[in-house]
């Protein structure tokens, strides 16, 4: 991926690439509000860095709950990933891979 990533962009990368699997989940593990979350996971889906799954509807039904959308990161999405902490680690900055959360490395920040 040519373009640069943004901060917001790497934490729901670095979040799903953790485990972090739906769009409400990795709004809570990374503090980023729901409608941010949203908005960037469509936009990397059409890009091409996560796909997305429906679970099973009866599952949903069992656990009286909406159905979730469950995302994995790409090749396309793993490189730019890479690429993008590359990039940050050179600024100093880390992500904290547990929780996908920004913080500066020099002064230990972000845990």
Do not use: K
Request: glycine share 10%.
């Amino acid at each position: 991926m040519s373009r640069s990533l943004g901060v917001t962009t790497v934490t729901i990368l670095s979040a799903i690439q953790s485990g972090v699997r739906y769009g409400l989940d990795i709004a809570n593990r990374t503090g980023l509000r729901p409608g941010t979350v949203y908005t960037t996971r469509r936009r990397l889906e059409r890009r091409g860095s996560i796909e997305g799954r429906w679970e099973d509807a009866e599952l949903a039904a069992e656990e009286r709950r909406p159905r979730r959308r469950y995302y994995r990161l790409t090749h396309a999405g793993t490189e730019a990933l890479a690429e993008a902490r590359e990039r940050f680690a050179e600024l100093g900055v880390r992500f904290d891979p547990r929780l996908a959360i920004a913080g500066d490395a020099r002064r230990g920040e972000g845990d």
